[in-house]
Nanobody, 120 residues
């Protein structure tokens, strides 16, 4: 079995910072791209940032310059440093990983989500 577990969400005032973590565990052979998505109430889930196995990154325009995605391959863990938070960043944040299991099976896995609430 493979699990992705997010942590680090919470309530913060506008202008503040949070750091999210996503830890992958289980029978993992390798992890390719990892991503953060978010879903606000009444809205579709949207891609926030992606990082490849070689640490190439991409960001949604709405978070460029404020959010930084990173990963620690030795720990199978991904991070999202969120600075200068705005009320519109309020959402449930999900991590996503394209990984290969030791069995050779590859699939996309999702975490359960962590709530981020930014008050004005």
């Amino acid at each position: 079995q493979v699990q992705l577990v997010e942590s680090g969400g919470g309530l913060v005032q506008a202008g503040g910072s949070l750091r999210l973590s996503c830890a992958a565990s289980g029978s993992i052979s390798s992890i390719n791209a990892m991503s953060w998505y978010r879903q606000a109430p009444g809205k579709q889930r949207e891609l926030v940032a992606t990082i490849t196995s070689g640490s190439t990154t991409n960001y949604a325009d709405s978070v460029k310059g404020r959010f930084t995605i990173s990963r620690d391959n030795a720990k199978n863990t991904m991070y999202l440093q969120m600075n200068s938070l705005k009320p519109e960043d309020t959402a449930v944040y999900y991590c996503n990983a394209d990984l290969r299991r030791r069995s050779g099976f590859s699939n996309i896995y999702w975490g359960q989500g962590t709530q981020v609430t930014v008050s004005s």
